[in-house]
């Protein structure tokens, strides 16, 4: 049985770019597709990746724009399908997902209920699918939750928007990849518990001894090549930089 494969759907930090949708990435194992994060722009180009109806799951890690604002444009999508809407499918989210999606498009909350299933989030560990799914809070303005996933004794951290903390190092202990946010690069009067610089990655990267660490959430702004350079820095293993259409995972060749 294949492993799981993971493509990235965007990868912009902040606003989408010329190049990338802001945070969006599919997950798929075993035939099932569970998406996390959908920000600007995501809900079109995932669409190259999978069929628009086909997505099985949502998890969402914080209610900024940039990861959760398509979340309104695919609650359109599936409620007004041709031949119907489409079955409700489970949507995990911090508290007031389903409040802010209905914000979003103007729409009823129980409308929103009625397509999404939405389950508010806590530090735990969950099965989504065939998924083993752990959230732990990570330090950003708002509620904001990092996922550990593991499939078939491959695991993955996603660190979402996240200040220093160590809940990172937990999350991402010995994972085979760490999509790491890297959207400030040093020597810029970063603001703290906000998000973390290229070097910062890097070190969460060596201390939790993941075997691959993929920057992503680059704000258009900066260049990727100096937040690459910042974490070579500190991570000697294999790094590289996020972009749209990657394909990563043990399932990534089939
Ligand atoms: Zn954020």
Redesign the pocket.
């Known amino acids: 049985m294949a492993g799981m494969r993971l493509t990235v759907i965007g990868c912009s930090g902040s606003f989408p770019g010329p190049d990338s949708p802001a945070s969006c990435y599919l997950l798929e194992a075993e035939g099932f597709r569970l998406v996390m994060d959908m920000g600007n722009g995501a809900l079109g180009a995932i669409q190259r990746h999978a069929e628009l109806f086909g997505i099985d799951a949502i998890c969402v890690s914080?209610l900024?724009v940039?990861?959760c604002v398509d979340l309104s444009s695919y609650w359109v999508a599936r409620q007004y399908a041709p031949g119907g809407p489409r079955p409700t499918i489970p949507v995990y989210g911090p508290r007031g997902t389903a409040e802010r999606v209905a914000r979003l498009g103007g729409d009823d909350v129980a409308a929103i209920r009625a397509r999404f299933e939405v389950h508010d989030l806590k530090s735990q560990t969950l099965e989504i699918g065939p998924f083993r799914i752990t959230a732990d809070r990570m330090n950003?303005p708002v509620e904001?939750f990092g996922f550990r996933v593991e499939h078939a004794g491959w695991k993955l951290a996603y660190s979402a928007?996240t200040g220093e903390t160590d809940a990172l190092v937990r999350l991402a202990q010995g994972a085979d990849l760490l999509l790491s946010e890297a959207s400030f690069q040093s020597n810029q009067n970063n603001p703290p518990n906000l998000h973390l610089t290229g070097r910062q990655a890097g070190e969460y990267a060596a201390r939790a001894g993941v075997g691959q660490l993929v920057l992503t959430h680059l704000v258009p702004w900066y260049d990727r090549e100096r937040s690459l350079a910042e974490a070579a820095e500190s991570y000697h293993g294999p790094l590289s930089a996020a972009t749209s259409g990657l394909v990563l995972g043990p399932g990534a060749a089939r």
Request: charged residues 30%.
């Open positions: 914080h900024h940039d990861h950003h904001t928007d």
